[in-house]
């Protein structure tokens, strides 16, 4: 039963502390996405990969969030130092694109990691 | 303006009711999906298309490329069905949402 997991489900730090988060994309794909999902702003895309590589994190506040993808079985998402408005479920999807088309029609979603920032 | 607009944003039905969701958007797209996201916050995504129509169970997505303009049908709705329905828009890899769409469905 192939999925994309993600590590931790839920996490509650305090201002100031780091956070990591973990995605297992599912074997096979190449391409993975990191969003981020809040009431006020709904899903939005905070960057992806492809091959490992980033190809764009545009969507991501780069003075304190970093995405990166240290083998192809893993990807991680790390918030230095966290704040209260990063409250949020991050959600992390995987999907094959070949010859610049997507393959598998669609993109799967992990379960997310519900953050809270106190 | 967003650039992608769903409606309504609250939709409740009796069970067996034909539901309609909108979205339109302002963007040139390669794809457009339709998520579910359900209310225990996991999202499965239902269709991606690009033209046409397409159809799985008693789900029917429909687009108009000209009208920049997308349809999620479901027929014979059920209370199974309540969730939050999101559009999103494909650029070249990029997926842009709408705010989604909540559906109840009450039997």
């Known amino acids: 039963d192939a999925r994309v997991t993600q590590t931790p489900r839920h996490k509650v730090t305090e201002m100031g502390q780091e956070v990591t988060m973990r995605c297992q994309p599912i074997?096979?794909?190449?391409?993975v996405f990191w969003y981020r999902q809040t009431m006020m702003q709904g899903l939005e895309l905070l960057a992806y990969?492809?091959?490992?590589?980033?190809?764009?994190d545009s969507g991501m506040p780069k003075d304190r969030f970093s995405a990166e993808m240290p083998d192809a079985t893993l990807a991680t998402l790390k918030i230095q130092p966290s704040e209260p408005r990063d409250s949020a479920v991050y959600f992390c999807?995987?999907?094959?694109?070949?010859?610049?088309?997507?393959?598998?029609?669609?993109?799967?979603f992990g379960p997310g990691t519900r953050l809270t920032v106190l | 303006k967003n650039e992608v607009e769903q409606s309504p944003q609250n939709l409740t039905a009796q069970e067996g009711e034909f539901i309609t969701i909108n979205c339109s958007y302002s963007?040139?797209?390669?794809?457009l999906h339709w998520l579910q996201q359900h209310p225990g916050g996991g999202i499965v995504s239902l269709f991606m298309?690009?033209?046409g129509k397409k159809k799985h169970g008693r789900l029917i997505a429909t687009i108009n490329i000209q009208e920049k303009h997308s349809s999620l049908h479901i027929t014979a709705s059920h209370p199974r069905d309540s969730a939050v329905y999101i559009c999103?828009?494909?650029?070249?890899?990029?997926?842009?949402f709408g705010t989604g769409t909540r559906l109840q469905v009450f039997p």
């Open positions: 999807a995987s999907g094959l694109v070949w010859g610049g088309l997507t393959v598998t029609n669609e993109q799967f």
């Open positions: 074997l096979g794909h190449n391409t």
């Open positions: 990969f492809r091959n490992r590589a980033p190809l764009d």
């Open positions: 963007v040139g797209i390669s794809a």
């Open positions: 298309l690009s033209s």
């Open positions: 999103a828009v494909k650029g070249v890899d990029k997926l842009i």
